[in-house]
């Protein structure tokens, strides 16, 4: 079973330039999302995505960051324009389904997007 | 809001012997899952162990158990027979058994380096 796919894995971009990751979850699951990972730190949701509906969004930045899941199946993060604390590993994550208990929702995570902001 | 706390940024441990990374956690919840998390350098997060906060036997997969005290809120990880392949950075990672899609997020600590010495 392929696992989770994101491109591309190293980015580099000026400051106030834009840049887009995208991710493809393992076939079949349902709930999609994407972490922040700054160094240092653990990951941070940024957004959670339900088939093609969103169900969580409150930690994205949204005057600059935006993400959509068309047809509910691979999905595509933008920034812009990028500031210098964006500098992070994207990481993208998927599971089963969202709901049920630690099994079913078990997610599993692509290799991320090392975004470097000069 | 959930807090995940790992108080040891670095840890060390000899080839073939026994290390304990620490994770203390903050919630009032009563249901929840608890997870550890390894990050090699490749960045991939893969699951190292799970447990559900409502069963009281200790989680146990090959060399890696959890002791997992719940009135004190503390979770961690034991790595027995520790093998150079298990250097990597560790998470510990809490997730709510609430219904609700935004309540599976996972929210993670800041990670432990472990590093194993030869």
């Known amino acids: 079973e392929a696992g989770v796919a994101q491109s591309p894995r190293y980015k580099i971009i000026e400051k106030r330039q834009s840049v887009a990751f995208w991710c493809n979850p393992i076939s079949g699951h349902a709930t999609l999302y994407w972490y922040q990972q700054i160094l240092g730190q653990g990951p941070k949701l940024l957004i959670q995505?339900?088939?093609?509906?969103?169900?969580?969004d409150s930690q994205l930045p949204k005057d600059r960051f935006s993400a959509e899941r068309l047809k509910g199946v691979d999905s595509t993060l933008k920034i812009q324009p990028a500031k210098l604390e964006d500098s992070a590993v994207y990481l993208c994550?998927?599971?089963?389904?969202?709901?049920?208990?630690?099994?079913?929702?078990?997610?599993?995570f692509g290799p991320g997007t090392r975004l470097t902001v000069l | 809001a959930q807090t995940v706390t790992q108080s040891q940024p670095e840890m060390s441990v000899q080839e073939a012997e026994t290390v304990t990374l620490s994770c203390t956690y903050d919630?009032?919840?009563?249901?929840?899952?608890l997870f550890w998390y390894k990050q090699p350098p490749s960045r991939q997060m893969i699951l190292v162990i799970r447990?559900?906060?409502?069963?009281?036997q200790n989680a146990t997969e090959n060399r890696f158990s959890v002791n997992f005290q719940k009135a004190a809120k503390s979770f961690s990880l034991k790595i027995s027979d520790s093998q150079l392949g298990d250097a990597a950075m560790y998470f510990c990672?809490?997730?709510?058994?609430?219904?609700?899609?935004?309540?599976?997020?996972?929210?993670f600590g800041k990670g432990t380096l472990l590093t194993v010495n030869p």
């Open positions: 990672a809490y997730r709510s058994a609430l219904g609700g899609g935004s309540n599976y997020k996972l929210t």
């Open positions: 995505f339900q088939n093609n509906g969103v169900v969580d």
């Open positions: 447990q559900e906060a409502y069963k009281q």
């Open positions: 919630t009032s919840e009563s249901d929840y899952y």
């Open positions: 994550a998927s599971s089963l389904r969202a709901s049920g208990g630690a099994f079913s929702n078990e997610q599993f």
